[in-house]
């Protein structure tokens, strides 16, 4: 496999091998992933009082990894300013679209729904805000001060916005919605939650009038490669979700580390007859035939719930 990659890098020339790139340093760190503690009900609040508990019990996370549901996002017919509401679970939010970074609200309007207000500078500023002391940038910056040991704040993000795409008219460039015609290949697979959910959702589906796939995921992964060089050091993102021939001969001139599993499913640990928990026993597989441990490649973290918690791992 070495050799077949070395073989493609240098007749492709779309991508770079592990040992020509930088590897990020959480891959030697231990972590916290918040979705299953929040899911989408993200609140500044609980984050913090979660790195908190982490700290008070002596083992402080390194890094911090906010999953889906920070997001701004709402539904076609909704107003674009307003945040979708009861949002709890995951699915649902797969049929919505992006529509911000929260970080633009106003107050009023992000103290009414989950968003990103630094509770603790408004604490102490009496409620006074504006851009610079609230929304994302005041969140982080106000847990790195808290947080000593914190080096890195990960954020969801899919590629294209959010699961539904970017949101008709949060944004000024003009676009229209293009039913999706799933791919006879992928139609004759299993059947997907975020499959159905965004064939359900009808998003924004551009490439067919754009090149096709593989000229449009070009575009994707130049911009996306220029971004990580210009602003994240060069190698500072995990690619989640990402067991694809698009990611591993395109996505991969700058990233360093993927997923190389399915998702993790702890809910039930002895399977489920029903099939709705059947991806334990495949993540322990996936993991194994990818990175030669049934755990992980990469760093260890944890994925905090009231009820229990298991470890979860990424392959590099």
């Given at each position: 496999?070495?050799?077949?990659?070395?073989?493609?890098?240098?007749?492709?020339?779309?991508?770079?091998?592990?040992?020509?790139?930088?590897?990020?340093?959480?891959?030697?760190?231990?972590?916290?992933?918040?979705?299953?503690?929040?899911?989408?009900?993200?609140?500044?609040?609980?984050?913090?009082?979660?790195?908190?508990?982490?700290?008070?019990?002596?083992?402080?996370?390194?890094?911090?990894?906010?999953?889906?549901?920070?997001?701004?996002?709402?539904?076609?017919?909704?107003?674009?300013?307003?945040?979708?509401?009861?949002?709890?679970?995951?699915?649902?939010?797969?049929?919505?679209?992006?529509?911000?970074?929260?970080?633009?609200?106003?107050?009023?309007?992000?103290?009414?729904?989950?968003?990103?207000?630094?509770?603790?500078?408004?604490?102490?500023?009496?409620?006074?805000?504006?851009?610079?002391?609230?929304?994302?940038?005041?969140?982080?910056?106000?847990?790195?001060?808290?947080?000593?040991?914190?080096?890195?704040?990960?954020?969801?993000?899919?590629?294209?916005?959010?699961?539904?795409?970017?949101?008709?008219?949060?944004?000024?460039?003009?676009?229209?919605?293009?039913?999706?015609?799933?791919s006879p290949g992928l139609d004759g697979t299993m059947k997907d939650l975020a499959v159905v959910k965004i064939v359900e959702g009808d998003p924004e589906y551009v490439s067919e009038e754009y090149g096709g796939r593989v000229k449009l995921a070009k575009a994707y992964y130049k911009g996306l490669t220029s971004s990580l060089s210009k602003n994240f050091g060069g190698s500072g993102l995990i690619s989640s979700m990402q067991q694809c021939n698009d990611f591993f001969f395109l996505g991969t001139n700058q990233i360093s580390m993927g997923r190389v599993s399915e998702d993790f499913w702890g809910q039930d640990p002895n399977g489920d007859p029903t099939g709705v928990y059947w991806l334990q026993g495949l993540h322990i597989v996936h993991c194994a035939y990818n990175t030669s441990r049934a755990i992980s490649g990469g760093p260890i973290y944890v994925s905090d719930t009231e009820k229990s918690r298991f470890l979860s791992s990424l392959g590099c």
């Open positions: 496999m070495k050799e077949a990659y070395g073989a493609l890098r240098v007749h492709l020339n779309t991508f770079r091998l592990l040992e020509e790139k930088t590897v990020p340093n959480l891959v030697d760190e231990f972590g916290w992933c918040a979705w299953d503690a929040f899911y989408l009900t993200v609140e500044p609040a609980d984050v913090w009082h979660g790195m908190n508990e982490f700290t008070e019990n002596g083992v402080p996370p390194r890094f911090l990894i906010l999953d889906d549901g920070w997001q701004s996002i709402n539904l076609d017919g909704e107003n674009p300013d307003e945040d979708a509401k009861n949002f709890v679970l995951g699915g649902i939010q797969m049929t919505a679209g992006f529509t911000s970074l929260m970080n633009v609200r106003s107050l009023e309007n992000t103290l009414a729904v989950p968003c990103w207000i630094s509770m603790l500078f408004l604490k102490k500023q009496g409620f006074q805000a504006n851009r610079e002391n609230y929304g994302m940038k005041a969140f982080t910056r106000d847990l790195r001060k808290e947080f000593k040991g914190l080096d890195d704040v990960y954020v969801w993000h899919a590629l294209c916005g959010a699961w539904g795409g970017v949101r008709l008219g949060s944004t000024h460039p003009n676009a229209k919605i293009i039913s999706c015609k799933v």
